[in-house]
């Protein structure tokens, strides 16, 4: 059965050298409907990622070699796959650092299988609604020389250059363009990019929109999101949808 109705279903890769611990998440997850593949260091990672079409990987931050965190950046600059980051390593400032790093989710160990099933179906319908909604839509947003197009899920410069966005970044740039000119609040963001699913702290919105912020001011002098403080951000430009 799929883990999402009327689709095929979602390849979620779990990166752990724990054999038991990845034993037990493949088979739990596997019984709820998705694809499961397994890796146990960074290169096994990259020969599953060259074969299968994953939509998600679930990366512990210790692993033999290159770490997670790594592998976390260097997935999230490629504009790879979602990622679920699962680790020991559960303090705010870990969080806070797998976030800014590119993760989708970070929850600490030991983590039941269950919760882990949510966070994993909280993603994969983001993936999902952002596939089914835009072929449908078709829309392209112009923002101070910007142009997001969301049928190709890309951000252009005004330089023409492309920018590469996480799943996040995605869902909250979309949610801010829906909604120019107006402060929104944590929880308003939270409901609009990620559907109210989400059981993500309050910081991991702060996170990547921080993240966000930076590609965009990295190409234009003006602060295009703008926090009030106490109330929340507001998306300061004028606006185009075509």
Not at 40 to 55: C, G, K, N, T
Not at 74 to 98: C, F, K, N, Q, T
Not at 128 to 150: C, I, M, N, S, W
Not at 169 to 191: G, I, K, N
């Amino acid at each position: 059965m799929s883990a999402t109705t009327g689709s095929p279903p979602r390849h979620v890769l779990v990166v752990d050298d724990d054999s038991d611990l990845r034993e037990q998440v493949v088979a739990y997850l596997g019984e709820h409907g998705y694809e499961m593949h397994s890796a146990a260091d960074a290169a096994s990672m990259e020969r599953v990622l060259s074969a299968s079409p994953i939509d998600v990987v679930i990366l512990d931050v210790m692993l033999p070699g290159e770490d997670g965190l790594s592998i976390c950046r260097r997935l999230s600059e490629s504009g790879g796959p979602a990622i679920v980051m699962v680790s020991a390593m559960g303090e705010e400032v870990d969080r806070v650092l797998g976030l800014e790093l590119g993760a989708d989710d970070y929850l600490p160990k030991p983590v039941s299988p269950r919760e882990l099933l949510a966070r994993v179906r909280a993603v994969v319908r983001r993936l999902d609604e952002a596939r089914a909604g835009a072929p449908r839509k078709g829309k392209t947003y112009h923002f101070q020389g910007f142009v997001l197009d969301t049928l190709r899920r890309q951000l252009r410069a005004p330089n023409g250059t492309t920018i590469l966005l996480t799943g996040g970044e995605f869902s909250l740039l979309s949610a801010f363009l829906e909604h120019p000119q107006r402060v929104l609040s944590r929880d308003q963001l939270l409901d609009m990019a990620r559907g109210g699913q989400s059981e993500v702290f309050d910081r991991a919105i702060d996170v990547q929109i921080s993240r966000l912020r930076r590609k965009l001011h990295a190409c234009v002098d003006e602060e295009i999101i703008k926090t009030h403080r106490g109330a929340g951000y507001l998306f300061d430009a004028r606006v185009a949808r075509t």
